[in-house]
Every structure is written in C-alpha cells, then in structure tokens.
C-alpha cells in the first residue's frame, strides 16, 4: 500500500503561472452552509444536501478539497433522476441502480449501518464518484461511535477515528473523480495521523463563486411585495 500520506494541500488540475488566484478564507460553517444550498439547487433532497455541507465541512477541517470536489460532483449529478445513484445489492456488492454511486447516498447508507462495520461486516462498493467524499461520511460515524473505520479503494486507505485521520498510498488516487470498487469496514487502529482544525478554509475565488453561485438559486426572488415591505415601510412606530 505504501507509506503515509500527509496531505496538507488541495492537489486539484494544476493551472498555468500565470493563472494563480489569491485565495480566500472562509470558515468551516460557511463551508457547510454554501454547500449545502448548492446541493439544494442541484435537486438533492433536504436530507442528503445537510450529509453533503457535513462532508464538505469535514475534509475542509483537514485541510483537504471538500468544498472544490464537492462542487465538481454536484456539477456532474443528474438530480432530475438522483435515484439511480442509490445502491442495491448485486453478488453481496453494493452497485449503483443506474450509472455510478453517489458517495453521499452511499455514506449516509453506510453510517446507518455502523453497527454492522463494528460487528465486523466489510461492505464492498461498485463504481462510485469521488470516493473522498465517501471518507467524509465514514470519518463522522467513527467520531459518533468513538471508533475507526477504513475506507480503501484504487492505491489509497483512509482511517478515520474519533479525532482525526491517516493517509496511505498514492495521492492521486486520493481525489479520483470515479474509483471502480472501494470497501468500508471497521479497524483496531488507534493511532491518528493528522488532527483536524477549526480554523478557516483558504479556496480560490473561482471555485467559491462557483459554488455561491449554485447557492443563490436556493434564495426565492425578490417580488413587487416583498421589495414594498423592505425597511420601515408605511407604519411608522415611533
């Protein structure tokens, strides 16, 4: 599998020189709340965009690309038919009804089944999306039940514990766009690589943008009645 993997930085397609932005800091719960309304205005229902602000906020603690991966997944989603991202069972492996697995649809599926991972039951996974976001979701379980749980797929193995994570293998297949299989089950390991942290995230300004853009569909539009009642309006209470 190789040695650990400390990964402290977003490694996202490299750009020219020339085309580097400043970025900028933004906290962890702005990172949770953009997110999530992106994933609203995407079609995700209410339940699975909270698991996909949650996640993005996750990775982000450690310094990792949850909002940038994110927001390329959400860019992919077919939500009109989201469904068949949702897993079923074929040959004891869970695979998508259509497509590929929606990590997030995965996760929230796999955290209902901790109990299971502690039992020692190791769920295999087909083709899936961006499996790190899957990771995201796994690694808040192992916070809730005190616990590690590994997620593995391509070169790359992931524990998550109570209060951090531990990187092995190849960083390029850490932030794979689509894994063919991946696995999630329970682990004796208790020593953590990397702490997560509660300071802000730094993100390039296009990429935010981005995302506040899928955002502010969620907010309704402004109306003739709803400009009219803006301020003190016509009463005056003083």
């Known amino acids: 599998m190789g040695a650990d993997l400390y990964v402290p930085g977003r490694a996202l397609p490299k750009r020219n020189a020339g085309d580097s932005q400043v970025k900028q800091k933004y906290t962890l719960a702005e990172v949770e709340s953009y997110v ?3 994933s609203q205005a995407t079609g995700l229902g209410w339940g699975l965009s909270e698991e996909a602000g949650k996640a993005a906020r996750w990775l982000a603690a450690f310094d990792l690309p949850g909002p940038e991966i994110s927001l390329a997944h959400l860019q992919r989603l077919d939500c009109k038919d989201y469904k068949k991202y949702f897993p079923v069972t074929i040959d004891t492996r869970w695979q998508a009804q259509g497509d590929y697995l929606c990590p997030i649809v995965s996760g929230a599926a796999l955290a209902d089944r901790a109990g299971q991972m502690l039992a020692g039951t190791e769920f295999k996974l087909g083709e899936i999306a961006y499996p790190l976001l899957l990771v995201a979701t796994i690694g808040q379980a192992a916070r809730y039940h ?5 997620t593995s797929w391509a070169n790359i193995r992931v524990n998550c514990y109570e209060n951090g994570i531990r990187i092995e293998g190849s960083r390029d297949d ?3 766009a689509r894994a063919n ?3 999630c089950r329970h682990s004796t390991d208790l020593v953590p690589q990397q702490l997560p942290s509660t300071l802000a995230y730094s993100i390039e300004p ?6 506040d853009a899928l955002a502010f569909k969620t907010y309704a539009p402004a109306t ?8 003190a309006g016509l009463t005056d209470n003083d």
């Open 36 to 38: 999530r309304k992106a």
């Open 146 to 150: 005190k616990t590690t749980f590994t």
């Open 174 to 176: 850490l932030l794979l």
């Open 181 to 183: 299989s991946a696995s």
């Open 206 to 211: 296009s990429i935010w943008s981005a995302i």
């Open 224 to 231: 003739a009645e709803s400009r009219a009642g803006a301020g």
